[in-house]
């Protein structure tokens, strides 16, 4: 029978080759004329040299074979040849780039068993992220720059909220000026809680005001009848008085007057009757529509004050509510972007970014860290783009002292990275110089 166990060995696949800069080689590209060199991982390699020699080249070549034709420089071929070509052993892959006159770039990449693999460029592009990426020239960005980098490395885009919270804030700057403008208002507007709601027009008081003198005139008008019917009756009263006393007297007229003496009598009744249906009603005064008219001005004025202030403090709510709402806008972008920062995953512990999305380290703006600090920073992100191949690329090295120097060399060794660093340099500080387009051992 055969070993289940030996079976299950036999058929695991064969892990697959890590990635790293094992070696490249550069054959008349720019300054060079031939470079070779194996790496190690944890390795800062220095490529000294003056200038004119080469040294950049061997930058630049491993540059042009991840970038490929974005990459390569307009004058690829070193002056005087033909062609040539750039091949880097990647651990997992072979790469090879050969440059000819006359004829574009052509990109060739096979695995470990030497077999072709179609699309090469695209495959170069998935392992190594910023191809041009230069820590030094990382640390030379103005800030905005540096953010730049830092929010594409890690997809970070906060252009939407900025420019909601912008617009956010300068409405709400808007009509904070409104609530300035309706609270000075509002403090130089009297209001009498007792006037009337409402401005009340002199005319209609005048036209009130006849309606009450037509109710006089009329109750004149019945007091005057009622006493020019008393004062007839009490004629009629004192004729009759008369007519009697003479009634002896006048013999002949006594049947005439005694008819008249009826109707009289009868007149009489007539009169009282119709004096006495008559109802006076009580006496009517025009003082107080009077006083009002007087006063109508000054209560509508009064009114008209009223009505500002109410209109004004209605603005002025209506302004703080719309204040209040901006404000919770506010506070709702600076959270959601809070998160976003929060949530993302930034290549260095302490590497973030402030308000205005400038670069910080542990707080601090980036700019105002140490030298040591930002170097740290700046290859961090190199190789947060570069996870797998873990290759940075500086061609300006010279500018590092000796402590930074150090400093780069530990951090490749800790973060199993190579750093190609070309500089104007040779000797003992020098992996490799550059002599003449040639790498030449140096006393290191």
């Known amino acids: 029978m055969t070993d289940a166990n030996a079976s299950t060995t036999e058929s695991q696949p064969t892990p697959e080759p890590e990635l790293g800069l094992i070696g490249l080689e550069v054959r008349n590209f720019q300054m060079v004329k031939w470079f070779a060199m194996g790496f190690q991982k944890g390795q800062l390699v220095t490529i000294g040299g003056d200038n004119a020699q080469g040294k950049t080249g061997i930058c630049l070549a491993f540059q042009a074979l991840m970038g490929g034709r974005r990459a390569l420089p307009d004058e690829a071929i070193?002056?005087?040849?033909?062609?040539?070509?750039?091949?880097?052993?990647?651990?997992?892959?072979?790469?090879?780039?050969?440059?000819?006159?006359?004829?574009?770039?052509?990109?060739?990449?096979?695995?470990?068993?030497?077999?072709?693999?179609?699309?090469?460029?695209?495959?170069?592009?998935?392992?190594?992220?910023?191809?041009?990426?230069?820590?030094?020239?990382?640390?030379?960005?103005d800030r905005k720059g540096q953010a730049i980098v830092l929010m594409d490395l890690v997809g970070l885009d906060v252009a939407g909220?900025?420019?909601?919270?912008?617009?956010?804030?300068?409405?709400?700057?808007?009509?904070?000026?409104?609530?300035?403008?309706?609270?000075?208002?509002?403090?130089?507007?009297p209001f009498d809680a007792e006037a009337p709601k409402e401005v009340k027009p002199i005319t209609e008081l005048l036209a009130e005001r006849g309606v009450l003198v037509q109710k006089q005139q009329g109750r004149d008008a019945a007091i005057k009848g009622k006493e020019r019917l008393t004062t007839n009756a009490e004629g009629c009263v004192s004729l009759a008085g008369d007519t009697s006393s003479k009634i002896e007297a006048?013999?002949?007229?006594?049947?005439?007057?005694?008819?008249?003496?009826?109707?009289?009598?009868?007149?009489?009744?007539?009169?009282?009757?119709?004096?006495?249906?008559?109802?006076?009603?009580?006496?009517?005064?025009?003082?107080?529509?009077?006083?009002?008219?007087?006063?109508?001005?000054?209560?509508?004025?009064?009114v008209r004050a009223n009505q500002a202030h109410l209109k004004t403090k209605a603005r002025l709510e209506e302004a703080n509510s719309s204040y209040r709402g901006f404000t919770t806008a506010l506070s709702a972008l600076q959270a959601k972007?809070?998160?976003?920062?929060?949530?993302?995953?930034?290549?260095?512990?302490?590497?973030?970014?402030?308000d205005d999305n400038l670069p910080t380290y542990n707080g601090f703006a980036l700019d105002a860290c140490s030298s040591a600090e930002k170097l740290l920073v700046s290859a961090s992100i190199g190789l947060a783009a570069n996870p797998e191949l873990k290759v940075l690329v500086i061609d300006d090295g010279e500018k590092l002292d000796k402590n930074n120097r150090a400093a780069l060399a530990q951090f490749a060794k800790d973060n199993d990275a190579v750093i190609l660093m070309a500089c104007v340099d040779h000797g003992e500080n020098c992996t490799v110089a550059m002599v003449d387009g040639e790498a030449v051992e140096t006393d290191k």
């Open 337 to 354: 972007k809070a998160q976003m920062l929060a949530d993302a995953t930034f290549p260095v512990e302490g590497l973030g970014l402030d």
């Open 161 to 189: 909220i900025d420019a909601k919270y912008k617009k956010a804030f300068a409405d709400r700057a808007s009509v904070g000026k409104d609530v300035k403008v309706h609270t000075g208002a509002l403090a130089s507007l």
């Open 250 to 302: 006048l013999k002949v007229q006594i049947r005439e007057l005694q008819v008249q003496i009826e109707q009289q009598k009868s007149a009489t009744v007539s009169a009282f009757d119709k004096a006495s249906a008559i109802e006076i009603p009580d006496e009517i005064s025009t003082d107080e529509i009077d006083e009002r008219i007087a006063n109508a001005e000054e209560t509508n004025n009064i």
């Open 78 to 141: 070193r002056r005087g040849q033909k062609a040539g070509y750039i091949e880097g052993d990647l651990g997992r892959y072979k790469a090879r780039l050969d440059l000819s006159q006359g004829a574009g770039p052509r990109l060739t990449l096979r695995d470990n068993d030497g077999k072709l693999i179609t699309a090469p460029q695209r495959v170069l592009d998935s392992i190594c992220g910023l191809i041009g990426y230069n820590p030094l020239k990382f640390q030379e960005m």
